[in-house]
């Protein structure tokens, strides 16, 4: 079965400081997908970044970036700059193509994210 | 303004009712799904739709029903069989249900069963 670690359940920083964000997955598929949704406290998930399984670029978005290792199973997700606005809690998911056709998302518990002034 | 609606925002039922949950979307996909979130914990996958007239149970199925008549609509229905119902529940939907695309969510709701 596969599985998503998000093993920092809380983490608290201060405005502007540098914030790493880990994930972990387990799957046998040789394809998949990762996702990082972040749900702020109106409750929605926004969807942040879908990165392919043959695609290990980092990537770079803004005051976003993620790095993903496949040796590790590793998909981090770093927020430079922190603002009082990047509070939420931030989920990481992965795919899994399902045996009756279709897929779904098996997401971590969540990192709760607070940024203070 | 393409997206998702959730209706309502906050559900109050007593036990013993049953109790629907409407989902609506009008970016065109054609893959829709119902999760259920409790406290400290991820996101679980409850039903999901590829097409419409076409639906599968998810991992955690029981107490829930669904129909999908509709593209653009996912209705899902919270049984009095459902043992835990009081979650806050998650309607998403993707361009198609391969997993090539990501899941877009609407603003969800919030049942509170007593």
């Known amino acids: 079965a596969q599985k998503v670690t998000q093993a920092q359940t809380e983490i608290s920083v201060v405005e502007k400081e540098d914030v790493t964000l880990d994930c972990v997955y387990e799957t046998r598929d040789t394809t998949y997908y990762l996702f990082w949704y972040k749900q702020p406290p109106s409750g929605e998930l926004v969807f942040l970044i879908r990165?392919?399984?043959?695609?290990?670029q980092n990537e770079i978005s803004g005051r976003y970036s993620w790095n993903f290792q496949k040796s590790t199973s590793s998909f981090n997700f770093t927020i430079t700059a922190s603002q009082v606005v990047d509070s939420a809690v931030y989920f990481c998911a992965l795919s899994e193509t399902l045996t009756g056709g279709g897929n779904k998302l098996t997401f971590g518990t969540g990192t709760q994210l607070k940024v203070e002034l | 303004d393409g997206g998702i609606t959730q209706s309502p925002k906050y559900l109050f039922r007593k036990e013993g009712q049953n109790v629907t949950l409407s989902c609506e979307q009008n970016l065109n996909h054609d893959a829709m799904y119902w999760y259920r979130q409790d406290p400290g914990q991820g996101l679980r996958l409850i039903y999901y739709s590829q097409i419409v007239n076409d639906f599968q149970k998810g991992d955690i199925a029981e107490g829930y029903s669904v129909s999908r008549e509709k593209k653009e609509s996912f209705p899902l229905t919270v049984t009095s069989a459902q043992k835990n119902p009081t979650a806050f529940y998650l309607c998403a939907s993707s361009i198609d249900g391969t997993g090539d695309y990501e899941q877009y969510f609407g603003p969800g709701t919030r049942l509170t069963v007593t």
């Open positions: 990165r392919n399984s043959f695609d290990e």
